[in-house]
């Protein structure tokens, strides 16, 4: 599973490793690797903001609502500020156009991230909700069934 302090330390690497390619004047298509990732962190600290909004019921019993915010309000800031630099290094490297060249890597980036990566933690999520759901439901038939039999067995209905 995801989680914001992972998605800040890659995003916070891939970005060092961003400033290192620019200032060493190498052109944008040699980041390309480090803007994914970079990109890729970004996402991940967007959907746990969605995922924040609305938690699956089971998160109630691990840990505090408002740290988890907390970490991914922090993040999101973290990240924020990582942008306006990326851009503006682009911006004074390579102008309007590479800037342009940017957020089209951000945009494939982002669609690839929410069509594979994030599908694959909703069906996670889906799945153990839909367990925890089916034993809750024959749990409950079992205990129905003992206090069924053994009222009938107290009424000498079954021996």
Known sequence: MIDPITAISAATASFNGIKQIVAAGREIEDCV????????????????????????????????????????????????????????????????????????????????????????EEIKQALIEWTVGILAVLSGAAILGVAIYYMGRSQGKWK
């Open 33 to 120: 690797g480090q803007l994914s990732k970079w990109a890729g962190a970004m996402s991940d600290i967007g959907f746990l903001e969605q995922k924040a909004k609305n938690p699956p019921w089971y998160k109630s019993f691990s840990r505090s609502a408002e740290a988890e915010a907390m970490e991914i309000f922090a993040a999101k800031e973290k990240i924020e500020k990582q942008k306006q630099e990326i851009l503006t290094m682009i911006g004074y490297m390579y102008g309007d156009r590479g800037q342009e060249r940017y957020r089209n890597i951000l945009r494939e980036v982002k669609a690839q991230r929410e069509k594979h990566a994030y599908r694959k």
